[in-house]
């Protein structure tokens, strides 16, 4: 691959990179140009870095952003595209990966067909709202649809028990909304008022759209509804605390307590055994039970028709899913629809991400490049072990029980050894029918392990997608193929490049075992105190630094980043850089001091990681991104961590004076 980054190419390198992965490599070329002199690293080092770039290139019509991480999606669904088209324009055996991913894909490409079925498709489920006489019947239409995928009012998932992780159990979070978030019911200003309205249009345009009267008068009704609901939600920053998120009650207790809901009755109907049940939220269930009392028969009929339009709408004729994008104009500032085929190699990735990404591991992805990314995770653990050892705030009977979760760390690199099947029927000219199976069957793939040991062979996210994780009950970290390419990894790569790339990245993941969340599970996934007390309030102590500061931070001049709702990102982050850095120094080039670029092998390192957070996005994306997002935005994943960083400092010779320089005694350090 050619890495020498020019204005001109920026947008369409990333694609081209992916595209001719059998193409020669020059490691030369990996280099670092187009920085921003004027600048100085210690004033803006993103912008140091990115500036040039960030000025020059442009937003497609139809996105919201453009750059790397999630970003990266928008070239990987034209990778998804090709495989898809391809397996769609010939006939394969059925009940093979190629026939059910590429009969799902011309299902949906076939507009002709959606369009001449309108919302009959939907009319079924419209027709057994209607017939609801009773709040019974009411109660007995949101279970049987729970089993479908169509959840409205609750949201229950099948997950290991937080406090003994071996098993799993039922879980009930709190649901019933429309908007991205609770607050967004309840703040007054212009934008988000805007919002608020767009949300109500779309809401009526949906009941326009299947004949049903007096929609904009509908959409209100729905609307005070869902900010009664809003009103019991927690916030994301009480959700971060998974202690007081965890409520394991005894079924016949909650259904004594919410009797309009009738807990016991629905597991019944379900066919699921549970005689307890972690109700996350419990407030809202209550709101909730109160809500199905007092409010009328016909506005919960109005209610649950919404809610149903909303999940089938975008399967439905092209009129639904033009309605949503005109919502989304207001939310994310996108100005043009995409094509229909990026948006049905978004929905086969959803619905048949194992299928679609066995094709995909096949064509793309680089075997070779997984032993050299597990090679990186075993050396960043052994940088993170020595990193604990020298702790100076942390007893040692605490870093004894750190080190041990760490080696307990489950590795997931590239894609599943054991891939999902779906055990469902696909044909060419149904799309509806064909994502209502597969709803179904996903809702039957989640509750088999109910009562059971975790699958843990399973995937949180699909092979193709641009990102990573860490799961505190299974104590693992995932790495799919979609985030080992460029700018995050490339196998013609200098160490320096790797280790600021993916080695951040997996540092960043590795951290997260041990931020204000992931350190409160031990190393088998249960929710249980492994500190001591009074390194448990140092901890605290340190993790209230890093939220006062990122709360200081600004994008869009005036809007704060919400530190409290980012802190595990931001701690991933600064531990993510140190632990990265460190495992860095212990290689060959690492120890070095020869310029490649003009650069050193410290210099390189921390470009990198400024360029693998290059992203450009809408300001409506910002402002809806600042408010529902535990990340950090793009800049401040980059200046906020190096600021605490000392030899970032001496790598680019950062003086006092300097806009981000900060004196050694409030650099802080947590990893």
């Not at 947008?11 to 004027?38: D, H, N, R, W, Y």
């Not at 229950?156 to 028990?161: E, G, K, N, Y």
């Not at 140092?538 to 006062?548: A, E, H, R, S, W």
Request: hydrophobic share 35%; net charge negative.
């Amino acid at each position: 691959m050619k890495y020498s980054i020019t204005m001109a190419l920026a947008g369409m390198l990333l694609l081209s990179c992916q595209q001719e992965k059998k193409q020669e490599k020059e490691p030369s070329k990996i280099a670092f140009t187009v920085i921003t002199e004027s600048i100085k690293p210690g004033d803006n080092f993103f912008d140091h870095v990115n500036k040039t770039w960030y000025d020059t290139i442009q937003i497609a019509d139809d996105q919201v952003g453009v750059g790397s991480y999630s970003f990266l999606n928008i070239p990987q669904r034209q990778l998804l595209q090709n495989i898809l088209e391809e397996v769609s324009s010939s006939e394969h055996e059925k009940g093979t990966v190629e026939q059910k991913v590429g009969d799902f894909f011309a299902s949906g490409m076939d507009t002709a067909t959606l369009n001449q079925r309108g919302y009959e498709p939907i009319k079924p489920i419209l027709e057994e709202i209607d017939a609801i006489t009773t709040k019974k019947e009411l109660v007995d239409f949101v279970t049987e649809q729970i089993s479908k995928g169509n959840n409205s009012i609750m949201g229950l998932r099948v997950a290991p028990d937080n406090k003994n992780s071996q098993i799993n159990i039922l879980h009930a979070g709190q649901s019933g909304l429309g908007l991205p978030d609770r607050d967004y019911y309840f703040k007054i200003d212009e934008s988000t008022v805007g919002i608020q309205e767009a949300y109500k249009t779309y809401l009526a345009t949906l009941f326009d759209l299947t004949d049903i009267e007096d929609g904009a008068e509908k959409a209100e009704t729905v609307y005070e509804i869902e900010k009664q609901l809003a009103e019991s939600h927690k916030t994301r920053i009480e959700r971060r605390d998974p202690q007081a998120n965890y409520h394991k009650l005894a079924v016949s207790s909650i259904t004594a307590s919410n009797p309009n809901i009738d807990w016991a009755s629905m597991l019944t109907k379900l066919e699921l055994e549970a005689d307890s049940i972690n109700v996350r939220q419990p407030a809202y269930y209550d709101k909730l039970d109160n809500l199905l009392g007092s409010l009328s028969v016909n506005d919960w009929k109005t209610y649950l028709k919404a809610h149903t339009l909303e999940n089938y709408s975008r399967f439905l004729s092209v009129p639904f899913e033009d309605a949503l994008f005109e919502y989304n104009k207001v939310l994310l500032g996108q100005s043009e629809q995409q094509p229909r085929a990026q948006i049905m190699a978004q929905q086969v990735d959803r619905n048949l991400g194992f299928a679609l990404g066995q094709l995909y591991v096949k064509r793309y992805f680089d075997e070779a490049a997984k032993q050299r990314v597990l090679d990186l995770v075993n050396n960043l653990q052994k940088a993170f072990e020595n990193r604990m050892s020298e702790l100076d705030w942390m007893s040692d009977s605490t870093k004894t029980k750190a080190k041990e979760k760490l080696y307990a760390i489950t590795k997931k690199i590239g894609y599943p050894d054991v891939w999902r099947e779906y055990d469902v029927e696909i044909a060419r000219d149904q799309y509806f029918e064909n994502v209502v199976a597969l709803q179904e069957n996903n809702y039957q793939y989640n509750v088999q392990y109910l009562n059971k040991p975790p699958n843990k062979d399973a995937w949180g996210t699909t092979p193709s997608t641009v990102t990573a994780y860490y799961n505190a009950s299974l104590n693992e970290i995932v790495f799919p193929a979609g985030i080992l390419q460029f700018p995050y990894f490339d196998m013609a790569a200098d160490d320096a490049v790797n280790y600021g790339g993916i080695g951040m990245v997996i540092g960043h993941e590795l951290t997260h075992a041990f931020d204000d969340n992931g350190s409160q599970y031990d190393g088998e996934g249960n929710l249980k105190n492994w500190w001591t007390k009074s390194d448990l309030e140092k901890f605290k102590g340190k993790t209230q630094q890093l939220i006062d500061r990122y709360s200081s931070f600004t994008v869009l001049d005036t809007v704060h980043l919400k530190g409290a709702m980012t802190i595990g990102e931001n701690t991933a982050d600064n531990g993510g850089i140190a632990i990265a850095y460190d495992a860095f120094k212990m290689t060959e080039q690492g120890q070095d001091t020869v310029k490649i670029g003009g650069y050193t092998p410290d210099q390189r390192f921390f470009l990198s990681i400024a360029r693998i957070w290059r992203v450009k996005v809408r300001d409506e994306f910002m402002r809806n991104y600042v408010n529902t997002n535990s990340h950090s935005p793009a800049i401040w994943r980059v200046n906020g961590p190096l600021m605490n960083f000392t030899p970032f400092y001496e790598a680019f010779d950062v003086k006092e004076g300097e806009e981000n320089y900060k004196p050694e005694e409030e650099r802080i350090k947590i990893w």
